[in-house]
T-cell receptor, first 115, second 114 residues
């Protein structure tokens, strides 16, 4: 079974600084996908970035990058040049077993950007 | 391009009643997913529909059911509502059943059981 662990319930970062949100996972599948989502206080889930298990390069999307370390089973999200609008809950998620397709979510990290 | 739309935004019911939540996927998306986000329990997978059929189901009782219509919109039905069903229900869609596609979420329906 898939499992996602986010060990940081809350994080603070100074505006314009970079921050790393941790995510470790466990799966017996050889092929899998990892996703990061942002959930502002309004409730919607916003897709940020995707990393496939066979991707050789770390994924990047604008200010978001994913530090993927397959041997350590970690997929940390790095946000560069933090902005006040980055304050939100951040969820790491993994695609389910082949054919199942549902996402397994971690418990989330609440990021607060300090002016 | 319109995103995933869910209705209603809020729904208030009492114990024992039935609730119907609706979801319209992004145009061209055939897969629809339902998740429950209850306080303290995180996001839990409920149901996955693709091409009109139920493809997978999470660990929820049978009183949680749904369907997908020919236009790929979907509805989630919850019968015999219980207090612990109070949660944010999120619908997501993806272009097809390929599992490397990101799921795009709607704003959710907040269901409150009195």
């Amino acid at each position: 079974a898939q499992k996602i662990t986010q060990t940081q319930p809350g994080m603070f970062v100074q505006e314009k600084e970079a921050v790393t949100l941790d995510c470790t996972y466990d799966t017996s599948d050889q092929s899998y996908g990892l996703f990061w989502y942002k959930q502002p206080s309004s409730g919607e889930m916003i897709f940020l970035i995707y990393q496939g298990s066979y991707d050789e390069q770390n994924a990047t999307e604008g200010r978001y990058s994913l530090n993927f370390q397959k041997a350590r089973k970690s997929a940390n999200l790095v946000i560069s040049a933090s902005q006040l609008g980055d304050s939100a809950m951040y969820f790491c998620a993994m695609r389910g077993t082949t054919g199942a397709n549902n996402l397994f979510f971690g418990t989330g990290t609440r990021l607060t950007v300090i002016p | 391009e319109a995103g995933v739309t869910q209705s209603p935004t809020h729904l208030i019911k009492t114990r024992g009643q039935q609730a119907t939540l609706r979801c319209s996927p992004i145009s061209g998306h055939t897969s629809v997913y339902w998740y429950q986000q209850a306080l303290g329990l995180g996001l839990q997978f409920l149901l996955w529909y693709d091409e009109g059929e139920e493809r997978n189901r999470g660990n929820f009782p049978p009183r949680f059911s749904g369907r997908q219509f020919p236009n790929y919109s979907s509805e989630l039905n919850v019968n015999a509502l219980e207090l612990e069903d109070s949660a944010l229900y999120l619908c997501a869609s993806s272009p097809d059943g390929a599992s490397n596609q990101p799921q795009h979420f709607g704003d959710g329906t907040r269901l409150s059981i009195l």
